[in-house]
């Protein structure tokens, strides 16, 4: 079992920045790919940025060169460091980890951080 706890979220003006930050606790040695999802009002939960155990990210198009996702595997903790915010970033942003279960990977979620881009 894993619990994912997400800090960070809030209120920007357009062009700010912001950082979110998950940790992850429990079987943490199991992790494997961990990213960000997020979910505006209306819209499905649709991908941010994912980066690997050995530290490969991957960016969705209207994040890259914005966004930028690190990972610290000791720490058992994913950041998403947030630049150039435009008020379509605004959304309820999750944290998501894959885990080696005993039969395959198992997806965990944590309880997902509002994010505010707003004049």
């Known amino acids: 079992q894993v619990q994912l706890v997400e800090s960070g979220g809030g209120l920007v003006q357009p062009g700010g920045s912001l950082r979110l930050s998950c940790e992850a606790s429990g079987t943490t040695f199991r992790l494997n790919v961990m990213g960000w999802y997020r979910q505006a009002p209306g819209k499905q939960r649709e991908l941010v940025a994912t980066?690997?155990?050995?530290?490969?990210?991957n960016y969705a198009a209207s994040v890259e060169g914005r966004f930028t996702i690190s990972r610290d595997n000791p720490k058992a903790t994913v950041h998403l460091h947030m630049d150039s915010l435009k008020p379509e970033d605004t959304a309820v942003y999750y944290c998501?980890?894959?885990?080696?279960?005993?039969?395959?990977?198992?997806?965990?979620w944590g309880q997902g951080t509002q994010v505010t881009v707003s004049p």
């Open positions: 980066i690997t155990k050995n530290l490969e990210p």
């Open positions: 998501k980890a894959d885990i080696w279960g005993n039969y395959g990977l198992d997806d965990y």
